[in-house]
Protein backbone atom coordinates (compact mmCIF):
# COMPACT_ATOMS: atom_id res chain seq x y z
CA UNK A 1 0.00 0.00 0.00
CA UNK A 2 1.50 3.39 -0.66
CA UNK A 3 0.84 6.31 1.47
CA UNK A 4 1.61 9.91 1.35
CA UNK A 5 2.01 12.33 4.94
CA UNK A 6 2.13 15.74 4.17
CA UNK A 7 3.53 18.49 6.51
CA UNK A 8 2.36 21.96 6.53
CA UNK A 9 4.97 24.75 6.93
CA UNK A 10 4.32 24.66 10.40
CA UNK A 11 4.51 21.12 11.35
CA UNK A 12 7.98 21.04 9.69
CA UNK A 13 9.47 24.35 11.71
CA UNK A 14 6.82 26.38 13.39
CA UNK A 15 9.51 29.05 13.87
CA UNK A 16 11.79 29.60 11.28
CA UNK A 17 9.80 28.72 8.28
CA UNK A 18 6.38 30.00 9.49
CA UNK A 19 7.87 33.50 10.03
CA UNK A 20 10.13 33.35 6.88
CA UNK A 21 8.29 36.00 4.22
CA UNK A 22 10.19 33.93 1.79
CA UNK A 23 8.29 30.83 2.54
CA UNK A 24 4.67 30.79 0.76
CA UNK A 25 1.59 30.11 3.32
CA UNK A 26 1.14 27.28 0.87
CA UNK A 27 4.56 25.50 1.70
CA UNK A 28 4.27 22.08 2.37
CA UNK A 29 6.62 18.88 2.60
CA UNK A 30 5.03 15.82 1.41
CA UNK A 31 6.54 12.42 1.97
CA UNK A 32 5.58 9.36 0.10
CA UNK A 33 6.34 5.61 0.83
CA UNK A 34 4.95 2.54 0.54
CA UNK A 35 4.56 -0.64 2.44
CA UNK A 36 7.18 -3.53 2.31
CA UNK A 37 5.56 -5.84 4.07
CA UNK A 38 2.12 -7.05 4.33
CA UNK A 39 2.42 -9.65 6.92
CA UNK A 40 3.49 -7.03 10.11
CA UNK A 41 1.96 -4.10 11.16
CA UNK A 42 3.68 -0.72 12.97
CA UNK A 43 2.15 -2.56 16.58
CA UNK A 44 3.69 -5.61 15.71
CA UNK A 45 6.40 -6.07 18.62
CA UNK A 46 10.13 -6.39 17.33
CA UNK A 47 9.79 -10.07 18.42
CA UNK A 48 7.01 -10.44 16.57
CA UNK A 49 7.91 -9.37 13.08
CA UNK A 50 8.34 -11.41 10.24
CA UNK A 51 12.29 -12.61 8.86
CA UNK A 52 12.18 -10.24 6.21
CA UNK A 53 11.27 -7.47 8.10
CA UNK A 54 14.15 -8.42 10.46
CA UNK A 55 16.39 -8.29 7.92
CA UNK A 56 15.44 -5.13 6.77
CA UNK A 57 14.96 -3.44 10.51
CA UNK A 58 18.44 -5.21 11.27
CA UNK A 59 20.94 -2.10 11.68
CA UNK A 60 18.10 -0.14 13.48
CA UNK A 61 16.70 -3.31 15.85
CA UNK A 62 18.78 -2.51 18.65
CA UNK A 63 17.76 1.25 18.92
CA UNK A 64 14.19 0.27 18.75
CA UNK A 65 14.56 -2.41 21.28
CA UNK A 66 16.62 0.31 23.27
CA UNK A 67 13.81 3.17 22.77
CA UNK A 68 10.67 0.30 23.64
CA UNK A 69 12.64 -0.58 27.03
CA UNK A 70 12.91 2.81 27.85
CA UNK A 71 9.40 3.76 27.54
CA UNK A 72 8.72 0.67 29.61
CA UNK A 73 10.54 1.70 32.35
CA UNK A 74 8.87 5.28 32.44
CA UNK A 75 5.69 3.97 32.05
CA UNK A 76 6.72 1.34 35.12
CA UNK A 77 7.66 4.46 36.94
CA UNK A 78 4.67 6.61 36.69
CA UNK A 79 2.37 3.61 37.33
CA UNK A 80 4.58 2.83 40.21
CA UNK A 81 4.30 6.68 41.86
CA UNK A 82 1.03 7.20 41.19
Not at 13 to 21: A, V
Not at 68 to 75: A, E, G, K, Q
Request: contains cysteine; proline residues 4%; glycine residues 0%.
Amino acid sequence: MNSVMTFSRNAVDPDSISKDPDYSSNFKVEIFFKDICNLCKPTTSLESKCQYCKEKMANDMVFWQIIHDILNVIYFLTKSFI
